[in-house]
């Protein structure tokens, strides 16, 4: 995802040092020191690489995002598995987001990167091969779901921690709204074809693109020429109590950390609200809506958000220049509760697809914002398992019971009031926010200030 600002961007690190940075200090980490790459980030032929694959597997994914609970419905019939389907995408992080935070931070992030595309390729693609055989099940679909977010949980886990190396902690707003913004562009475009191709081909086969996606992207990070990771010499071997000791370094970072504490909790709230949002989505579209679950409508209503992200992206760089992390997040998290609200009041298609469009600016602003402050916070030897340990709480947890609690009470009041329930609940997030040490940060001249 691109951004108009990567042109102005006049500080940055290549990262590419050799030197372990045992106590994360900003004056030694590499991240920090004179540039050796160019200053624009697409002039950087190694970001132009990194994006790429970032792009072509955000086009991958959000065809699957699409396709996989559409056939889950059309195999089932059924709000609830539909609604797992969902809560699947975020539970890996649960049972393995710590570990592989833990796990990237001791071994190559390139390596493992290339490594989890390359297997998330096979996997995907065992759906539109079973499909083809006549065996395909709602089981196989599931597992495959299941499968796939757990090891991309280890990719997530090597790839926090890689682009601030990458590109520099002066540049990961810059790099994270490029990226960011070419997701968005993606889910501006992609629903509606996806939407007009499920009208004449099996969500199964669609997902054959995805697969395809994963190969392309593993080839593009394969040909990365910086590091995107330090040494790791002096390091204590590889055992399950210095894992443990690894994990409970980052936790602690994050638990002590004000900002990045404070930021994951509402993370984690606003999430809960949205996976039950998503969970529900076909379901709404379906039977609220009246549009179904193929055709141009039914794309342009999920490609709405992606407008909406879009804004965010290209807004985040700009806004930053203007106001500290926790001053956007203090704003943005108020606007993106009420919006939960009025989205599934929406009583038709456009109405609601202009909703969805505000709500996606506001939800993702608060997303990649939180994200790039993590970044930029964290010592690059626990940028993987404290960013992995974020994205647990508040995507993890958040996402996977929202996901749950939507699916359980859409089986009993309908898909609208199971929304409006989650969305009331976002304004929690809202007051712990506004009582939160983010009003202190908000008016502290560094953003990295604890």
């Known amino acids: 995802m691109r951004s108009d600002d990567t042109d102005a961007v006049t500080a940055a690190a290549s990262g590419d040092s050799a030197t372990a940075v045992p106590n994360g200090d900003p004056a030694t980490d590499p991240a920090t020191t004179p540039p050796r790459t160019p200053v624009r980030l697409r002039d950087d032929p190694d970001f132009r690489r990194y994006w790429l694959a970032r792009a072509l597997s955000t086009m991958g994914s959000m065809v ?11 195999l089932s019939g059924s709000p609830f598995l539909t609604a797992l389907v969902t809560a699947l995408e975020a539970a890996p992080y649960l049972l393995a987001g710590l570990f592989a935070g833990a796990l ?27 499909y083809w055989l006549g065996g395909l099940t709602v089981v196989h679909v599931l597992v495959v ?6 090891v991309a949980t280890f990719f997530d886990g090597a790839n926090f921690g890689a682009l601030p190396v990458l590109v520099g902690r002066a540049r990961v707003a810059q790099a994270n709204a490029a990226v960011w913004t070419a997701s968005s562009l993606i ?19 669609l997902l054959t693109l995805d697969a395809l996606s994963f190969a392309a992207s593993a080839l593009a990070v394969r040909g990365i020429v910086r590091a995107m990771s330090q040494q790791r010499d002096g390091r204590a071997p590889l055992r399950p109590r210095v894992v443990f000791a690894d994990i409970a370094e980052g936790v602690r970072f994050l638990v002590r950390h004000a900002g990045v504490r404070t930021m994951t909790i509402v993370g984690s709230i606003q999430s809960f609200a949205g996976g039950g949002f998503m969970a529900l989505m076909v379901v709404w579209t379906d039977r609220v809506l009246d549009i179904g679950t193929s055709g141009l409508r039914f794309g342009l209503v999920y490609g709405a958000w992606g407008i909406g992200a879009l804004a965010a992206a290209v807004g985040l760089p700009r806004l930053l220049r203007r106001l500290q992390p926790a001053g956007i997040t203090l ?10 609200v009025v989205t599934p009041l929406m009583p038709t298609w456009p109405l609601a697809a202009i909703a969805l469009l ?14 790039s402050y993590r970044q930029q916070v964290t010592p690059e030897h626990l940028l993987g398992r404290v960013n992995t340990a974020g994205r647990m ?13 939507g699916g359980v009470i859409g089986s009993h009041l309908g898909a609208r009031s199971a929304m409006l329930v989650l969305g009331v609940f976002a304004f929690t997030g809202v007051l712990v926010a506004w009582t939160s040490p983010l009003r202190r940060l908000a008016a502290e001249v560094d953003p990295a200030a604890t």
């Open 64 to 74: 699957t995002a699409i396709a996989l609970p559409v056939l889950v419905y059309r």
């Open 104 to 130: 990237a931070d001791r071994w190559n992030r390139k390596r493992v990167m290339v490594a989890a595309d390359l297997l998330n390729a096979l996997l995907i693609s065992s759906v539109p091969i079973a």
């Open 145 to 150: 779901a299941f499968l796939v977010q757990g």
């Open 187 to 205: 889910e501006l475009f992609v629903p509606a074809l996806v939407g007009l191709a499920l009208a004449a081909i099996s969500p199964a086969a």
């Open 331 to 340: 704003y943005a998290l108020p606007a993106s509760a009420a919006l939960g």
């Open 358 to 371: 505000v709500w996606g600016s506001a939800y993702v602003l608060v997303i990649v914002n939180s994200i």
């Open 393 to 405: 709480l508040s995507w993890g947890v958040g996402w996977t019971l929202g996901s749950v609690t």
